[in-house]
């Protein structure tokens, strides 16, 4: 008889943390994932009043919808919802950031080649002989 309790003990012992884990997501947001979404959700109100508002308002605006729906589940108690739309928010937050780098480059690079493409005319009438005009 004692080995089918220590059979039904170690069975026992040993789905333990299947049955918490299945508690865990029934019971509520995990501290971690609560972590997560306030991390992400300063991120994102760090954006406001930068370079970022400008050069990438859509993943902004994208950002900010998916703070709402990580909000909408923390009060809901939905662990899942609430991690996947903070990860999604924090993502769109580096989008943002990169594609600001990108866009800020792009207006710098256009503004070179405008002020080349001037000198190279100044150089050619230089080069003609017409001399530079004052």
């Known amino acids: ?32 994932t609560t972590a997560l979404y306030q991390k992400a959700r300063d991120q994102v109100t760090k954006l406001n009043n930068t370079p970022v508002t400008k050069y990438a308002p859509e993943v902004v605006e994208q ?12 009060q809901q ?4 919802a609430t991690r996947q739309a903070s990860e999604l928010a924090t993502t769109q937050v580096k989008l943002a950031l990169a594609l600001t780098d990108e866009r800020i480059a792009a207006e710098k690079t256009a503004a070179a080649q405008k002020e080349l493409a001037q000198l190279e005319q100044r150089l050619e009438a230089i080069l003609a002989g017409k001399g530079e005009k004052p």
Do not use: H, W, Y
């Open 1 to 32: 008889m004692k080995p089918v309790r220590l059979c039904a003990a170690v069975t026992l012992l040993a789905l333990m943390p299947v049955f918490s884990f299945a508690a865990d997501e029934a019971g509520g947001v995990k501290p971690e």
């Open 63 to 74: 950002a900010a919808a998916n703070i709402e729906a990580a909000q909408n589940g923390l």
């Open 77 to 80: 108690g939905n662990d899942r």
